[in-house]
């Protein structure tokens, strides 16, 4: 089964084929990010209209690079929530117009599932149940995946988002957007230990994650020594941060690992791209005998073909929607 693929959550428009959930026929991809990075940030209203501009182009090459014609595409695979809701809409209704068009089943696909998914196409021998730990600009989440479509969160971010934290740290640190990469490379530089950040404890459940207080406490420690005109040591700084980052993230994985009995473990999303955290995951694992999967780079970031791996398999579960299919800019992936 051919999978026409379309994700515009964010600043990615992005458009791929994959057969059968597992093989990438293409997968085009065009990133918006050069021109959000003079604001420091991603421009919603930009953003729109960008994937507006691009996307009728990218399904045209996408099908060309795949080597298929319109009429071998056997369905449609969106991402409908969750993201920018204006960003969201662009793609939604593309995919909508081109499944109409061609007669072909609309399948609506969260953008997280997606990224989870993304392991399916680098790992053919990866199937449910596992314990995923979602980690990118938007969201952070404990998930344990019982099924390809029937996933349980375990635990959250209460504040930002992993993503968020980095890029936000990045820009106190000067460095350019989106900092995640930039804050990874400054970090390899020192082998860190100079500065104390804080640990949030979040009362309730106790895989329940922060990371509000890290980002301001190394907002105050960027501005206190700019104020006092003292020399920041940045790259002992972006190491410090990513260990806390991770410290976050790593020890309630493989404690989630063990509530739902699971001993596979999946990261997903942006921020997977780490290589703390990487790190940090595969030494915990090989402590505790779970076995690891880290996404290859290049399907950590937004892609169209992690949503048509998902797309497959919520195909198959009976997920498929009508042209009734709205847009939600925020979305849970349990639902
Ligand atoms: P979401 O998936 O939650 O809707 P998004 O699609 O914007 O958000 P992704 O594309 O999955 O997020 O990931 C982008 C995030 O990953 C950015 O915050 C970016 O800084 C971060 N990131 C990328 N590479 C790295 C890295 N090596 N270390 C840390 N963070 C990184
Ligand atoms: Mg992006
Ligand atoms: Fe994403």
């Given at each position: 089964m051919k999978i026409l693929a379309f994700e515009t959550s964010c600043d990615e428009t992005a458009v791929a084929v994959v057969e059968d959930g597992r093989r990438v026929l293409s997968d085009a991809v065009l990133s918006q990010a050069d021109m959000h990075a003079v604001y420091g940030g991603v421009v919603p209203e930009i953003a729109s209209r960008k994937h507006v501009e691009a996307i009728?182009?990218?399904?045209?090459?996408?099908?060309?690079?795949?080597?298929?014609?319109?009429?071998?595409?056997?369905?449609?695979?969106?991402?409908?929530?969750?993201?920018l809701i204006g960003a969201v809409l662009v793609g939604l209704s593309f995919a909508k117009s081109v499944a109409y068009a061609l007669g072909?089943?609309?399948?609506?696909?969260?953008?997280?599932?997606?990224?989870?998914?993304?392991?399916?196409l680098a790992?053919?021998?990866?199937?449910?149940?596992?314990?995923?730990?979602?980690?990118?600009?938007?969201?952070?989440?404990?998930?344990?995946?019982r099924d390809y479509t029937d996933l349980k969160i375990m635990g959250s971010?209460?504040?930002?988002?992993?993503?968020?934290?980095?890029?936000?740290?990045?820009?106190?640190?000067d460095l350019p957007y989106p900092g995640g990469k930039p804050m990874d490379d400054l970090a390899q530089?020192?082998?860190?230990?100079?500065?104390?950040l804080p640990r949030a404890k979040v009362s309730g459940c106790d895989l329940d994650m922060s990371f509000s207080g890290l980002k301001t406490a190394v907002v105050n420690l960027a501005h206190n020594a700019a104020q006092k005109g003292e020399a920041l040591d940045r790259a002992a700084l972006a190491a410090?941060?990513?260990?806390?980052?991770?410290g976050e993230l790593v020890p309630r994985t493989m404690e989630a690992a063990k509530r739902a009995g699971r001993s596979v473990i999946v990261a997903a999303g942006g921020v997977a791209a780490n290589s703390r955290i990487r790190g940090d995951?595969?030494?915990?694992?090989?402590?505790?005998?779970?076995?690891?999967?880290?996404?290859p780079l290049r399907w950590c970031g937004d892609n169209g073909a992690m949503i048509g791996a998902q797309g497959y398999y919520e195909y198959l579960a009976g997920r498929v929607a009508d042209m009734a299919l709205n847009a939600y800019a925020t979305r849970d992936i349990s639902e």
């Open positions: 009728a182009g990218l399904a045209e090459q996408s099908l060309k690079e795949a080597g298929i014609t319109r009429a071998e595409v056997d369905a449609v695979a969106v991402t409908y929530a969750p993201g072909v089943p609309l399948i609506p696909v969260h953008h997280v599932r997606g990224h989870i998914a993304a392991n399916y790992f053919p021998e990866l199937k449910p149940p596992f314990l995923a730990l979602c980690i990118s600009g938007g969201n952070t989440l404990l998930v344990d995946v971010t209460r504040d930002d988002a992993a993503g968020e934290c980095f890029d936000k740290a990045a820009r106190v640190l530089q020192s082998s860190g230990g100079v500065y104390a410090d941060f990513a260990a806390a980052v991770s995951l595969e030494r915990a694992c090989e402590r505790e005998g779970c076995q690891l999967y880290l996404p």
